[in-house]
């Protein structure tokens, strides 16, 4: 799934950018909307490594990798890492809170 959301956001590097800086800079009057953003993301990654209803462990999980994500976009958005850099840096993070599964 990690690697399906980095080949989406090199397709389209303008609307990945508008998107993010969006999410990214949004002020206290948009709370609710990064807030739901957030857990759809979250909700994401816990479906991906789940069989069947996520376990609280799993959204704990994919909170972190959410955070991984995003923090890997931002650098990759300000050429500070490649796309290769991000997958290998997402990989990475994936590899080590779930282990070697393909589910995430």
Do not use: C
Not at 63 to 87: E, F, G, K, M, Q
Request: proline letters at 2%; hydrophobic letters at 45%.
């Amino acid at each position: 799934m990690v690697g399906k959301l980095n080949r989406a956001m090199q397709r389209n590097p303008l609307l990945t950018e508008a998107m993010t800086r969006a999410y990214v800079f949004a002020d206290a009057s948009a709370a609710s909307e990064v807030d739901q953003v957030e857990k759809l993301i979250d909700s994401m990654f816990a479906r991906a490594m789940a069989n069947g209803e996520p376990t609280e462990d799993q959204y704990h999980i994919a909170r972190v990798i959410s955070d991984v994500w995003l923090s890997n976009l931002l650098a990759w958005l300000t050429r500070r890492a490649s796309a290769t850099d991000v997958s290998k840096r997402l990989d990475l993070a994936v590899r080590l809170l779930i282990g070697d599964q393909d589910s995430a």
